[in-house]
């Protein structure tokens, strides 16, 4: 099964900077999904960005794919102590299929 | 609306023994997962339910059995609880077979 594949696993940074999580994949998909999971708590969903989509923006994140790298980022700007969590990167092939996650990126926030 | 409920919270077993987690949802969604998640593993499914009346296995479905009760409750069996089977596990619904994933809050499960 695909798998989404997060780079990197671990980044701590100051409160202001903003971080970027990058996901690879491993084949088409319909597609991909972000997700924020706070210490001891379930996932929530952040953005979905569709196949014939290049970049979608919400707030202070901007997800990018390039489907012809198999790859999307992540970027959180001006980043707060609160956006620390874990991020994971789904992808959805459509068809019914179940979301594959990838293991996921921890990002700590210092103030 | 509460989203998606899973019960217990917290679960000590012994090797052996067997439980039972209860998932509800109240979104009307048609689709409904099972998940663990591990430390360095991310989340793996273990089954789903594409729409009431189907159930099928995920990545690591051997030790688990599933029943969808109804539109809105998706249970996970433990028949003979294993130490490997120590893990969180999380259930999530979506509306149809696509689109994002509603998570509840996890199932911490200690087998000794």
């Known amino acids: 099964s695909q798998q989404g594949e997060e780079d990197p696993q671990a980044l701590s940074i100051q409160e202001g900077e903003n971080a970027t999580m990058n996901c690879s994949y491993k084949?088409?998909?319909?597609?991909l999904q972000w997700y924020r999971q706070n210490s001891g708590r379930g996932l929530v969903h952040l953005i979905l960005?569709?196949?014939?989509?290049r970049e979608k923006h919400s707030g202070r994140l901007r997800v990018t794919l390039d489907t012809s790298k198999k790859s999307s980022s992540l970027l959180i700007t001006a980043s707060r102590a609160a956006d620390t969590a874990s991020y994971f990167c789904?992808?959805?092939?459509?068809?019914?299929?179940?979301?594959?996650f990838g293991k996921g990126t921890r990002l700590s926030v210092i103030a | 609306n509460a989203g998606v409920t899973q019960t217990p919270k917290f679960q000590v077993l012994k090797t052996g023994q067997s439980m039972t987690l209860q998932c509800a949802q109240d979104?009307?969604?048609?689709?409904m997962y099972w998940y663990r998640q591990d430390p360095g593993m991310g989340l793996r499914l273990i089954y789903y339910?594409?729409?009431?009346?189907?159930?099928d296995k995920g990545e690591v479905p051997n030790g688990y059995n599933v029943s969808r009760l109804n539109k809105r409750e998706f249970s996970l069996r433990l028949e003979s609880a294993a130490p490997s089977q120590t893990s969180v596990y999380f259930c999530?619904?979506?509306?149809?077979?696509?689109?994002?994933?509603?998570f509840g809050e996890g199932s911490r499960l200690t087998v000794l």
């Open positions: 999530a619904s979506r509306p149809q077979g696509t689109g994002e994933l509603f």
């Open positions: 084949t088409s998909i319909n597609n």
């Open positions: 960005i569709r196949s014939n989509e």
């Open positions: 789904a992808t959805d092939d459509g068809g019914n299929t179940p979301l594959v």
């Open positions: 979104m009307n969604h048609n689709s």
């Open positions: 339910s594409a729409s009431e009346g189907t159930t």
